[in-house]
């Protein structure tokens, strides 16, 4: 993927104040064209800057209030395999192969307490899983971010 450039930042921070906005729109508010605004659009698409829409679904609004983070400490040989179990379970919604003393980091989203060890008691089942450590979220205090960083990429 190339560095993105002034314009690229640009528009970027532009469409998460107006996600939905049209490239008329993002070409007014930003003083460039709207065949700039809709190439740019194109190339970042395709160069795979933009995440899926489903980063942006809720999962209160799933009935999935919830939000745990599993360490699971597995026999590195059978990480794929691990891997591809995890991916079946639904409530799985996340997973990070980490350094240090855990080998992958899950974010899980339940629906109650019971749900989660449901969840947890599944992960455990999995061939090749030695423990699994839950801490439960209690709030969110940093929300999903990237507009502050692309404004210090932009000097401000």
């Known amino acids: 993927m190339r560095t993105l450039d002034t314009t690229d930042l640009r528009l970027l921070v532009e469409l998460s104040k107006t996600p939905d906005a049209t490239t008329v729109a993002l070409a007014q508010a930003l003083s460039l064209s709207r065949n700039t605004v809709q190439a740019r659009l194109v190339r970042l698409t395709e160069e795979g800057v933009f995440l899926p829409f489903e980063r942006r679904i809720s999962m209160d609004a799933l009935g999935h ?73 209690m709030t969110e205090l940093v929300a999903w971010r990237t507009v502050p960083l692309v404004e210090s990429l932009l000097g401000g």
Do not use: C, K, W, Y
């Not at 990480?79 to 995890?86: C, D, K, Q, R």
């Open 65 to 137: 209030p919830l939000t745990a983070f599993v360490q699971i400490h597995v026999h590195q040989q059978q990480l794929t395999e691990i891997t591809a179990e995890l991916r079946g379970i639904p409530e799985v919604v996340q997973a990070h192969g980490l350094t240090g003393s855990a080998d992958v980091l899950a974010r899980v989203a339940a629906r109650n307490a019971e749900d989660l060890f449901r969840i947890h008691s599944r992960i455990l089942q999995i061939d090749g899983v030695d423990r699994a450590d839950t801490s439960l979220a």
